[in-house]
């Protein structure tokens, strides 16, 4: 049997992983553009930063989800499919919260249906990622050691 690394199987349960992740991430930015879309009156005849910052992300992530399975890593590990899916689940999230923000006093229904989104989507981030808490110590220690390992990578790529 060949070594697990070297496996075709790996890289397709990878793809596989990433393509969940990509899907998830389009139907997400897609409920919430659906209640932009829907919104009264028109939030995008506003100037309301919240609503440009929102927009921005969901702006962004047909290109996410695309590059997230069209150059999937050939290192990529199980920290870096959860590293992709907390993200992937945070762009939404953040823009569904903005969103509620912007509208919460123009449209009732619209930021009803949002912090509906909100709490479903943060309660499913905690229930998938159970958070805990990092002693500060280890916190520290974990910075230290990054901030090293940066240092000593552009030093090798500057000589």
């Given at each position: 049997?060949a070594?697990?690394?070297?496996?075709r199987?790996r890289?397709?349960?990878?793809v596989?992983?990433?393509?969940?992740?990509?899907d998830r991430?389009?139907?997400d930015?897609?409920e919430?553009?659906?209640?932009?879309?829907?919104a009264r009156?028109?939030?995008?005849?506003?100037?309301d930063?919240l609503?440009?910052?929102a927009?921005?992300?969901?702006d962004?992530?047909p290109g996410l989800?695309s590059?997230?399975?069209r150059t999937?890593?050939?290192d990529?590990?199980r920290a870096?499919?959860?590293?992709?899916?907390?993200?992937?689940?945070?762009?939404?999230?953040r823009a569904a919260?903005?969103?509620?923000?912007?509208l919460?006093?123009?449209?009732?229904h619209?930021?009803?249906?949002l912090?509906?989104?909100?709490?479903?989507?943060?309660?499913a981030f905690?229930?998938h990622?159970?958070?805990?808490w990092?002693?500060?110590?280890?916190q520290?220690e974990?910075?230290s050691?990054?901030?090293?390992?940066?240092?000593?990578?552009a030093?090798?790529?500057?000589?």
């Open positions: 049997m070594p697990w690394w070297t496996t199987r890289t397709r349960r990878l596989a992983a990433l393509q969940v992740l990509a991430l389009l139907r930015a897609g919430v553009r659906r209640v932009l879309r829907d009156p028109r939030p995008g005849d506003t100037d930063p609503l440009r910052a927009v921005w992300g969901l962004l992530v989800a590059d997230l399975v999937p890593p050939a990529g590990t870096y499919v959860g590293s992709v899916d907390a993200f992937a689940r945070r762009v939404p999230l919260a903005m969103l509620r923000r912007a919460s006093g123009t449209d009732a619209a930021a009803a249906r912090e509906h989104l909100v709490a479903l989507w943060s309660d905690a229930v990622f159970r958070a805990r990092v002693p500060v110590e280890h520290v974990h910075q050691r990054t901030v090293v390992a940066a240092a000593l990578h030093r090798e790529r500057a000589v």
